[in-house]
Antibody, heavy 121, light 105 residues
Framework: QVKLMQSGAEVKEPGASVKVSCKLS????????FHWVRQAPGQGLEWMGV????????TYAHSFQGRVTMTTDTSTSTVYLGLSGLTSDDTGIYYC??????????????WGEGTTVTVSS | DIQMTQSPTSLSASIGDRVTITCRAS??????LNWYQQKSGKPPNLLIY???TLQSGVPSRFSGSGSGAEFTLTISSLQPEDFATYFC????????FGPGTRVDI
């Protein structure tokens, strides 16, 4: 069974940075792309970006460019989301999701349980 | 960037009702359209991909149709476990989600 296990909740002060991890099990790490999706409290889903498993090449949504970094560690089948310059608007649940790299059409068929990030002074 | 809209924003329905949700893209996306269901406190769950392909394990009362810029998700006979929020998503150019449609009693 394919699973994505995310790291635990974080509480950060404004201006700080956060790093969230997401570990894949049950499938070859290199056969997927990994996406990050944010959900603010009571709001919809916001696509943040995608990272390739080999080389860690990231494509980021315009609204996060300059503040976001997505990386991978193939030795542990783990992907990371880094977000800097946190404000209260960054409070929310951050989900990782995988897309099978089979040429498409791409869809997110496995999701992590989410990591809650709270930004507060 | 491709913008996605959904209608209605919310709807009230009864068990056994036929429910239809519409999703529109700001430009043509062929059939690169996915539908997700999200229940409170849970991650989204893939229902349909490529506009009309039912994800494995999803009940057949869910169906999707459309191409180009207009798509629909239909629930043929609403069940108690279907009360949730539904999101469309395009995967034609990077990815983006619609704002969601809440289905409640």
């Amino acid at each position: 069974q394919v699973k994505l296990m995310q790291s635990g909740a974080e509480v950060k002060e404004p201006g700080a940075s956060v790093k969230v991890s997401c570990k894949l099990s049950g499938h070859s790490f290199t056969d997927n792309y990994f996406h990050w999706v944010r959900q603010a409290p009571g709001q919809g889903l916001e696509w943040m970006g995608v990272v390739t498993p080999i080389g860690g090449f990231g494509t980021y949504a315009h609204s996060f460019q300059g503040r976001v970094t997505m990386t991978t560690d193939t030795s542990t089948s783990t992907v990371y989301l880094g977000l800097s310059g946190l404000t209260s608007d960054d409070t929310g649940i951050y989900y990782c999701a995988r897309v099978v790299a089979d040429g498409g059409p791409y869809h997110m068929d496995v999701w992590g349980e989410g990591t809650t990030v709270t930004v507060s002074s | 960037d491709i913008q996605m809209t959904q209608s209605p924003t919310s709807l009230s329905a009864s068990i056994g009702d036929r429910v239809t949700i519409t999703c529109r893209a700001s430009e043509a996306i062929r059939t690169y359209l996915n539908w997700y269901q999200q229940k409170s406190g849970k991650p989204p769950n893939l229902l349909i991909y490529a506009a009309s392909t039912l994800q494995s394990g999803v009940p057949s009362r869910f169906s999707g149709s459309g191409s180009g810029a207009e798509f629909t998700l239909t629930i043929s006979s609403l069940q108690p476990e279907d009360f949730a929020t539904y999101f469309c998503q395009q995967s034609y150019k990077t990815m983006s989600f619609g704002p969601g449609t809440r289905v409640d009693i």
